[in-house]
């Protein structure tokens, strides 16, 4: 049986991975900062609860300990935690600290742990919650953008170094998903996101499909991948259209 640990699982994106591994038999580990969604997923699905915080070297190594406890071995870990505090270069030093600290280095500590075993073994499945921000841009969140940039590069760091020992890495990266962390974003990230957000199990759904396909992109909005390459190749032109939006928000945000 296949061993998952899937970080930030008590909800959203998290919660609809946890129960799409669990249905195709998966041992499912549902790990939360917050014990009790931790445990009401877990409970559903027959898995087990890990309450705990990934924003720290002993909080992950804590994690892979009792996972490894409970799976024997982790042979897919879904790092999908992640936060996004509104706010640009005025945010607080500490802000920055904490959303680096659960949106990228939670993710390289893990892989840290867990590359050793999965070398040996010659196969091991690492699956990182990217974001489209980590692809394009998060107006109004600096410290998510950069952080999801981040957490991109390390996963493709991670196919390009060890794709030929047996590691499989993909990256989710969804625009508007219909979570508490949509709902936080108010009328900015109503504006930008809402008429195009989908629900968490289509995220599940895009991912088992790149799996299948052996993508390392996940695309749960095809769209993505066109403004993902206008980008890179008409990047004025991408940055312009992005100020338009930018100063679209502005206005309804003044509107208010």
């Not at 499945?125 to 410290?143: K, Q, R, Y």
């Not at 895009?206 to 909005?221: K, M």
């Amino acid at each position: 049986m296949t061993g998952v640990v899937v970080t930030g699982g008590g909800g959203g994106i998290g919660a609809a991975l946890a129960r799409r591994f669990a249905a195709e038999g998966a041992q499912v580990v549902v790990a939360d900062l917050d014990g009790d969604k931790a445990a009401e997923i877990a409970a559903e699905i027959k898995g087990t609860a890990f309450a705990g915080d990934v924003a720290s070297v002993d909080g992950v190594a804590k994690l892979v300990e009792s996972a490894r406890e409970t799976l024997g071995e982790i042979d897919v870990f879904c790092a999908n935690a992640g936060i996004a505090p509104f706010g640009g270069p005025e945010s607080p030093e500490d802000v920055w600290a904490r959303t680096w600290e659960v949106n990228v280095m939670a993710h390289v500590r893990a892989a840290n742990l867990l590359l050793p075993a999965w070398l040996e073994r010659g196969k091991g499945h690492f699956i990182a919650t990217v974001s489209a921000a980590g692809l394009l841009t998060s107006l109004g969140s600096a410290p998510y953008s950069v952080t999801k940039h981040g957490a991109l590069a390390f996963a493709e760091y991670l196919s390009a170094t060890y794709r030929h020992r047996g590691l499989t890495v993909q990256a989710i990266c969804p625009q508007g998903v219909r979570t508490a962390m949509l709902e936080s974003t108010g009328t900015a990230g109503q504006l930008l996101m809402a008429a195009s957000a989908i629900e968490p199990e289509q995220v599940a759904d895009a991912l088992f499909a790149a799996i299948e396909s052996n993508r390392f992109l996940v695309l749960p909005h095809p769209e993505v991948a066109d403004y993902y390459a206008a980008r890179a190749t008409q990047t004025d032109r991408w940055l312009g259209g992005m100020n338009k939006l930018q100063r679209k928000v502005e206005t309804a945000l003044g509107a208010e």
